[in-house]
Each structure stands twice: as C-alpha cells, then as structure tokens.
Nanobody, 124 residues
Framework: QVQLVESGGGLVQTGGSLRLSCAASGRTFNRYTMGWFRQAPGKEREFVALIRWSDSSTYYTDSVKGRFTISGNNAKNTVYMQMNSLKPEDTAVYYC?????????????????WGQGTQVTVSS
C-alpha cells in the first residue's frame, strides 16, 4: 500500500519561505517520478514541479522557476520542495504524487498515488 504524507505547510508573509516534505512508503520508488501539484480555491489542480528518482531530473512550471526547488533523499524516500519568495498567488493546497512510469510529463492523470495535501497560505 503506497502512502504519501505531506508536511511543512503553513501561513507565511509575501516574500517568505516554506519547505514542504513528502514521505513515501509502501514501494521501492527508485523508478518513480514524484510530483508536486497545487489547487487553489475555485481553481483546477495544477502541476508545480517534479523529480525523477532515477537520475534526479527536474521540471517546473514557469510560474515557480527560480523560486521553488524540488529535491529528493533516496535513503529516506522523501521528496522536498523549497519555496522561496512566496507570493499570494502561491496560496493553495499542495499535493505530493507518485508516477510509477518514471516519465517527465507534468500530467496529473499519470500519477497513481496522492497524498492528503498540505495548506500553504501566503498573506499580502
């Protein structure tokens, strides 16, 4: 049973930083791609960033490039996302997800496993 547990969300002022963590269990994840998605109130879920465990390749949506950094610790089966220079428009529930295929496409429908989400709120 795959389990993804996010942590690290919270309330921060504009320009502040947060680090999200996603602890994965229940599988050997070294062939997976791990992604972060977010959903703001009244909006559809959108892709944020991904990392492929096998070679640490990463990919980001344009709106977070240069501000967010995704990384992973294979030994701990944990993925992180460091979020700097946060903006009010970054406010959303952030979800960790796992794609067994190891592909780099940022499509939510490729991700079979999802965490419960963690709230990030950026005040202006």
């Amino acid at each position: 049973q795959v389990q993804l547990v996010e942590s690290g969300g919270g309330l921060v002022q504009t320009g502040g930083s947060l680090r999200l963590s996603c602890a994965a269990s229940g599988r050997t994840f070294n062939r997976y791609t791990m992604g972060w998605f977010r959903q703001a109130p009244g909006k559809e879920r959108e892709f944020v960033a991904l990392i492929r465990w096998s070679d640490s390749s990463t990919y980001y949506t344009d709106s977070v490039k240069g501000r967010f950094t995704i990384s992973g610790n294979n030994a701990k089966n944990t993925v992180y996302m460091q979020m700097n220079s946060l903006k009010p428009e970054d406010t959303a529930v952030y979800y960790c997800a796992a794609n067994p295929s190891g592909g780099m496409a940022p499509s939510a429908n490729l991700y079979d496993y999802w965490g419960q989400g963690t709230q990030v709120t950026v005040s202006s």
